[in-house]
């Protein structure tokens, strides 16, 4: 059984930082690719970050830059660091186990519970 549980969110004042952590569980988590999407209220779901099985990254036209993805594939962690927060980025974050080809990453079925991130002073 998949299972992917995210940890870290919470309130942040803008210029701040979160760090984002999603352990998984039930699957051979070194050889998927995984990713975070988030989730704003009357918005649609849009990519934050994916990496490959092989560690190359993507990330959203959003991030500029903000933004990292890392994975720790002896902890079965993939972690999203959030740097410069802005209001905007306010949302639900969601961990995803999906695939990477051509050069993007593509969102799979198995998704997490979500973890709020709000920026607000």
């Known amino acids: 059984q998949v299972q992917l549980v995210e940890s870290g969110g919470g309130l942040v004042q803008p210029g701040g930082s979160l760090r984002l952590s999603c352990a998984a569980s039930g699957i051979n988590f070194s050889i998927n690719a995984m990713g975070w999407y988030r989730q704003a209220p009357g918005l649609e779901r849009e990519l934050v970050a994916g990496?490959?099985?092989?560690?190359?990254?993507v990330f959203g036209d959003f991030v500029k830059g903000r933004f990292t993805i890392s994975r720790d594939n002896a902890k079965k962690t993939v972690d999203l660091q959030l740097n410069s927060l802005e209001p905007e980025d306010t949302a639900v974050y969601l961990c995803n186990k999906g695939t990477f080809y051509d050069g993007k990453y593509h969102e799979g079925v198995h998704w997490g519970q979500g973890t709020q991130v709000t920026v607000s002073s």
């Open positions: 990496i490959s099985r092989g560690g190359t990254t």
